[in-house]
């Protein structure tokens, strides 16, 4: 069955301007999961979404916002953008109820802050 | 603070050698630890999932085992090939009140498997 899809997988802003990233988790998933990757922090979570209600939240600025429409896929949105927001964006998918969680990653989302 | 440690940071090994990669875990919360590898540029790739009533995972030629006492989880890869080279990061899952879950990440060990 197809994986996580993410897009678009690469883009360029400037500071200030806004972006929004898109994630189609796999068929019959209802949880997903964004985080952020640096050089300098690694991977940090962002926040969940389940059922198109945010679950959980990471240390992030209000600048980070999400949502997700009744067929799970989500959006990222991220306002105001700032050269530290430079980063590798991926987004996870599970089935999110129960003890068992394993995460599927999509590939990825570039994002350069200029 | 959630704390998760890679050692090494870095390996570089020759073709067909046996390789341990270690991952060590602060938080009691962990519940499951899961093992992904990632390549230059790319996602992440699951490889194995431990949940917590388990002490090991096996997949082809890795094998995975989770001591939570003592805050340990160990990836064995068996007779090493240039294709496993990549980063590979262990992740504890930790359930949060209300429910839902979060990953907290290691720093992840970079390996090259040299011919």
């Known amino acids: 069955k197809a994986g996580v899809t993410q897009t678009p997988r690469y883009l360029i802003k400037t500071r200030g301007q806004q972006v929004t990233l898109s994630c189609s988790p796999i068929s019959g998933h209802r949880s997903v999961s964004w985080y952020q990757q640096t050089p300098g922090q690694g991977l940090q979570f962002l926040f969940e979404y389940f059922s198109e209600t945010q679950r959980n939240k990471g240390n992030f600025p209000g600048r980070f916002s999400g949502r997700q429409f009744s067929n799970s896929r989500s959006e990222m949105n991220v306002s105001t953008l700032e050269l530290g927001d430079s980063a590798l964006y991926l987004c996870?998918?599970?089935f999110g109820g129960g003890l068992y969680n394993e995460q599927f990653f999509g590939p990825g989302t570039r994002l350069t802050v200029l | 603070k959630q704390e998760v440690t890679q050692i090494p940071a870095a390996l570089s090994v020759p073709e067909g050698e046996n390789l341990v990669l270690n991952c060590s875990f602060t938080d009691s919360a962990i519940y499951n630890l899961q093992w992904f590898r990632q390549d230059p540029g790319k996602g992440l790739t699951s490889l194995l999932l431990?949940?917590?009533?388990?002490r090991e995972q096996t997949s082809g030629r890795l094998n995975a085992s989770l001591d939570k006492s003592s805050g340990r989880s160990t990836l064995y890869i068996a007779a090493s090939q240039p294709g496993d080279s990549a980063t590979y990061l262990c992740a504890g899952e930790i359930l949060i009140t209300g429910g839902g879950n979060k990953l907290t990440f290691g720093t992840g060990t970079q390996l090259k498997v040299e011919l």
């Open positions: 996870a998918s599970s």
């Open positions: 431990i949940q917590s009533s388990q």
